[in-house]
Nanobody
Framework: QVQLVESGGGLVQAGGSLRLSCAAS????????MGWYRQAPGKQRELVAA????????YYADSVKGRFTISRDNAKNTVYLEMNSLKPEDTAVYYC????????????????????WGQGTQVTVSS
């Protein structure tokens, strides 16, 4: 049974910070790339950040680059998303994804999702 459990969401003021965690079980975590997606009301789900299995390759959406940091601790089977300088437009449900892959486009790596998703954690940023 593959399970991804997100935590760390909540309500913060604009300019604040949150750290999301996604704890994985049922997979060989160290062999899996991981991604964070988000979906705001009325909007498409979008890729926020991703990290390769070994942590060598990262992806960040332009909208979060410089503000968010993805990391992983393979010993803890956990991927993190550190979110700083939060903006109201960051408000969304954030989902963890496991087992995707990276592709290279125009010199950048992008993440395509794997089959495993967490339940999501709500992040609300007040203005």
């Amino acid at each position: 049974q593959v399970q991804l459990v997100e935590s760390g969401g909540g309500l913060v003021q604009a300019g604040g910070s949150l750290r999301l965690s996604c704890a994985a079980s049922g997979i060989t975590f160290s062999a899996n790339a991981m991604g964070w997606y988000r979906q705001a009301p009325g909007k498409q789900r979008e890729l926020v950040a991703a990290i390769s299995s070994g942590g060598w390759v990262n992806y960040y959406a332009d909208s979060v680059k410089g503000r968010f940091t993805i990391s992983r601790d393979n010993a803890k089977n956990t991927v993190y998303l550190e979110m700083n300088s939060l903006k109201p437009e960051d408000t969304a449900v954030y989902y963890c994804n496991a087992g995707g892959g990276f592709t290279s486009v125009s010199g950048r790596y992008y993440y395509t999702p794997g089959n495993y998703w967490g339940q999501g954690t709500q992040v609300t940023v007040s203005s």
